[in-house]
């Protein structure tokens, strides 16, 4: 029965970088297509960019997005948490940099979501379904 479970997962997993590959090649090529509160992200993660790109700390007020009015959003959603994905792909243009971090984020709540569940419970193998199902819902992809 675990060998069964293993091809399972394995197989879901290929189905998943496939996706993902498939994914970051449209919008590497496509463009980035935003909706909702993306535009929003994207100018949280470019005012990052031009802080560490003049080595400098981000601020909590940001003058170089937002229309340039000193809008105080990261002292209302603080950033730090952006800050390590914004530092490991500084080297990519900005539209890259917005993919990659993207793909970064659906990675890094697949991973930690499948953890948690599989410590609440023996089944490893719903574990992954049920992260994979969340990780993927729509909501979660606007």
Known sequence: MKKVSQIRI??????????????????F?????????GIFHVQRILEIR???LHLEIPSWVNFSTFFGIGQAV??????????PLVFITICLSPQHQVVVISFLIFFLTL?????CLSIRTDNIEMSFYLATIYTFLGYTLY
């Open 111 to 115: 991973t930690v979501t499948w953890l």
């Open 74 to 83: 990261n002292g209302m959603y603080p950033d730090i948490t952006l800050w």
């Open 29 to 37: 090529n496509g463009g980035v297509k935003l909706f909702g509160d």
């Open 50 to 52: 031009n802080s560490f």
């Open 10 to 27: 394995g197989t879901l997993l290929i189905v998943l970088v496939i996706f993902f590959i498939y994914s970051a090649e449209c919008q």
